[in-house]
């Protein structure tokens, strides 16, 4: 029988179940038993015992978990539905600079990547791939500055010394807080730059 993750899911939180198999009457099954809604208003200690002994037929049908939404509120969906729903909210919370970059740069730098895991094989593709990018970059850079600056920012962050991780995340902040994106940036690199300056000779 094919499996698959179910995911359940109670206000902001999310719980993933892998190797499931969903029976005829709609019941999900993980390996280690049932997938149960756990506030179906069915009595806790039967449903505690009966699945400490493991006598699956012990608990009441609607304590089972199934597909859609339960009548608690528990919504539970296959994770293909949930990744997609996920993708669909992120795409939604998006401004206008992050969805053009996601449509038009991002695919851009994928191809530059993989050209550069393969430039001793072909570097004109890698040249011309990282050409691309960048051009596409810079016009995008240009038309929505302010998403730039934050991407810049958000970089910093990635940083492995913790200072300038720190003053990444001081100006991304900043940043999505509506502050000057500009102010943000140099002071950013101020921080950073005043750090090596002092400690030039450690």
Sequence with gaps: MTTQTIVAIRGTKAARYAMCTIRPDGSIWTPSGPVLDGQAGTDAATVAAAIKARDWAAIPAAAYAKLGTMPSGLRVLT???????????????????EAEYAATVAPL??????????????????VYAMQ???????????????????????????????????????????????????????????????????HAWD
């Design 109 to 126: 730098m994928a191809k530059a990547d993989r050209a550069e895991a393969r430039k001793d094989h072909d570097y004109a593709a890698y």
């Design 79 to 97: 994770a293909e539905q949930y990744d997609s729903e996920a993708a669909a909210a992120h795409r939604a919370a998006m401004t206008p600079g």
């Design 132 to 198: 691309a990018a960048s051009a596409a970059y810079a016009a995008w850079a240009a038309q929505y500055p302010r998403d730039a600056a934050l991407r810049q920012a958000e970089d910093w962050t990635l940083a492995a010394h913790d200072v300038k991780a720190a003053a990444g995340r001081k100006a991304a902040a900043a940043i999505r807080a509506g502050q000057d994106y500009q102010q943000a940036l140099a002071a950013m690199e101020a921080e950073w730059s005043a750090y090596c300056d002092a």
